[in-house]
């Protein structure tokens, strides 16, 4: 079901995008894979597809609170409610699989290593361009922590200015908002800095993945998480013709390639 928004991004009527989806397996290990900050599961089944089908494992994407509705929606949820529908499917697979995996695409990348920190059942965890620095300085932690009350009142919905890009996203079938909404935005940040100072007591085997291409996250992002997470066996891939969307991109064959293998191996070092 496609969004309906106006030029400024608003919706001119709520639909709620259906997407979420679950990909059956013939293995005991299961892949939670997250969608990022304004967007929905379209933008990574095409890449979850290619690992259920690789590895075996089931996979399961689910639409964050807050997306695939409204960018009002979103401004009234924050990372407590992210990250609790992430524990709720977590706690809902380990019912039915022995190996717990979680992936994300940007703000999902940091919901991955966030349930990485708080649950000692994860794996193994992947980030795909998680946004620990942005290239656009407006939306720097200063500016969106010093400036966010005073602009949630004139201008609480922030236009993206890679709207090329995401427009041409959207013919592949990608459905995301044409907008960020500041106090969510703030909220993710917040997310940031939680992930950020926990990474160090991380255990699981990660994977840490990041486009060269990228145009909203500096592609430094990728090499400081990996120093961040000190306590663990950590790969680390750069996509040398990716944008900020990898899994639609050119290279989602490499990425898939990269976390079935990641998966295999955490799985066989189990001992199953």
């Excluded at 608003?10 to 900050?37: I, R, T, Y």
């Excluded at 039915?96 to 000692?120: D, K, P, W």
């Excluded at 922590?145 to 201008?155: D, F, I, N, Q, Y």
Aim: glycine share 6%; charged share 20%.
């Amino acid at each position: 079901m496609a969004l309906t928004e106006t030029r400024e991004g608003l919706p001119m009527k709520k639909q709620v995008a259906e997407q979420s989806f679950e990909l059956q397996g013939d293995s005991n290990a299961a892949l939670l894979f997250l969608h990022g900050f304004t967007g929905t599961p379209s933008e990574i089944y095409p890449t979850a597809a290619l690992v259920n089908q690789q590895s075996g494992c089931t996979v399961s994407g689910i639409v964050l609170p807050g997306h695939g509705t409204s960018p009002e929606d979103l401004d009234n949820t924050s990372w407590r409610d992210w990250t609790a529908a992430v524990e709720d499917e977590l706690n809902r697979l380990s019912t039915m699989h022995q190996h717990l995996f979680v992936a994300g695409l940007s703000m999902g990348g940091l919901l991955s290593f966030y349930a990485a920190i708080q649950r000692e059942d994860i794996k193994g965890a992947v980030s795909i361009n998680a946004p620990v620095f942005t290239r656009n300085p407006l939306t720097t932690s200063f500016f969106v922590s010093a400036l966010t009350p005073l602009l949630g009142l004139v201008k609480p919905y922030y236009p993206k200015n890679d709207i090329d890009i995401g427009l041409e996203l959207e013919k592949q079938g990608r459905q995301a908002y044409h907008c960020y909404p500041v106090k969510s935005f703030r909220s993710m940040l917040h997310l940031r800095k939680l992930v950020l100072s926990g990474l160090s007591s991380v255990t699981c085997p990660a994977l840490v993945m990041q486009s060269l291409q990228d145009e909203v996250v500096n592609a430094s992002s990728g090499r400081h998480l990996v120093n961040r997470l000190k306590r663990t066996q950590v790969s680390y891939q750069e996509l040398e013709h990716s944008t900020h969307v990898a899994t639609m991109g050119d290279e989602m064959e490499s990425i898939a390639a990269s976390i079935s293998r990641f998966i295999d191996e955490a799985v066989q070092e189990k001992g199953d």
